[in-house]
C-alpha cells in the first residue's frame, strides 16, 4: 500500500486547524452559528491555500453525512450535459442530512454553456442545497455566476505560517529540521501549503534520516547551495561579470532551477534592503532566517555600494517573469547580469 501523501495527511480537519485563512472562518463559523447560512459560495485563490479543504469542513460543520457530500472537478466534467445532469439531482432530497452540499472545484474551467445551465440552479436552487464553488483563476468567472455568490478570496500563507506546518509535519513524522531546511522548503512553497508538504515529503524519500538539512532539500528540489546565492549576489554589487556568469554557469551545469536560483536570490537582496533603509523592519524580515543568511545579509546591508539593491532587485524582478520562455534557460539571467552591471557603472 502506498503512503498517504503529506500534504493529505496533514490536511486540516476542522476549522481549528486552518492555518491562515482566519477572516473566512470566522464568517462561516458564524453563519452557522445565527442559521444563515447562504445557498451558493465562491472560494477564489491561488492553489493550495485550503480553499477545498475548508468545503468539507464546512460541510461536516453543517453535519452533512458522506452520502450527502458531492464533488465535482469541472476540469473534467466541464460541459453542459454534466451540469443539466447535476441540476436534475439537486432536485432530490438529502439521504440524512439537512443539505446537500455540492464543492464544485476549478469551476472556471466550465464551458459557457454549462456556465448558463448553473446559473439558472443558483438562481432558484432547491432549499436543501448549497453550493460551494472554488477556482483558482476567479476572472474567468461570468459576472453574473459570481453576483449568485458570497465570494471568499483565499490569500497565501506567508513565511511564518509555511514555517510552522512545515515544522509541525515534520515533527509528527518523527523528522527534524535545520533551520536553513525549514526556510528553504517554505520559500519553495510559494505560497501553497500543498507544495510545501510536497518538497517536505521529497526530502523524506530522499534519506532514512532522522534530520533533513537544507543540502538535502537543495538536491531533491533543484535549489543551489546558499553559497553559490551568496556569491552571485556579491558578484552583482562588486560589478564583477565574469564572477556572476560563472555563478549563473555553474548553477546551469549542475542542472539548478533558475526559477529557484532567483526566486532565493530576491529574497535575501530584498531582506538586505529593507535592512540598510529601514532596519526595524529588516530585522523582524531576518529573525527566523538561518545564521549563514541572516550573517550574510548583514553583511550586505553594511556595503557602501547597497544603495544599489532596489536597482538590482526591480531589474530581477522583470527577470524573474521572463524565466521560462527562453531556448535556454539562463539565458534571461544572464541577460539581467549585464544590463545589471552597466547601469551600476552609469552611477559611479
Known sequence: MS?????????????????????????????IKQGTVGHAYLFAGARGTGKTSVARIFARELDTSPDDLYEIDAASSRGIDEIRELREAVLTLPFASKYKVYIVDEVHMLTKEAFNALLKTL????????????????????????????????RKPGLDELRTVITNAAKAEGRKLDLAATDLIALLGDGSYRDALGVLQKAFGATANKKITAD????????????????????????????????VKRAADAHRDPRIFLKLTLNLIRAAMFLKFAPAVGREIITPFAEAERQFVERLAARPESTALSLILRELLVTYDELGRSYLPELPLELAILRIVGLLAKQV
Open 123 to 154: 438562481e432558484e436552487p432547491p432549499a436543501h442545497v448549497i453550493f460551494i464553488l472554488a477556482t483558482t483563476e476567479f476572472h474567468k468567472l461570468p459576472e453574473t455566476i459570481v453576483s449568485r455568490c458570497q465570494s471568499f478570496t483565499f
Open 216 to 247: 538535502l532539500v537543495a538536491s531533491v528540489s533543484g535549489a543551489p547551495p546558499g553559497e553559490l546565492i551568496f556569491q552571485f549576489i556579491e558578484g552583482l554589487v562588486s560589478r564583477d561579470t565574469d564572477a556572476t556568469l560563472g555563478v
Open 3 to 31: 503512503e498517504l501523501a503529506l500534504y493529505r495527511k496533514y490536511r486540516p480537519g476542522s476549522f481549528a486547524e486552518v492555518v491562515g485563512q482566519e477572516p473566512i472562518i470566522q464568517v462561516l463559523e458564524g453563519s
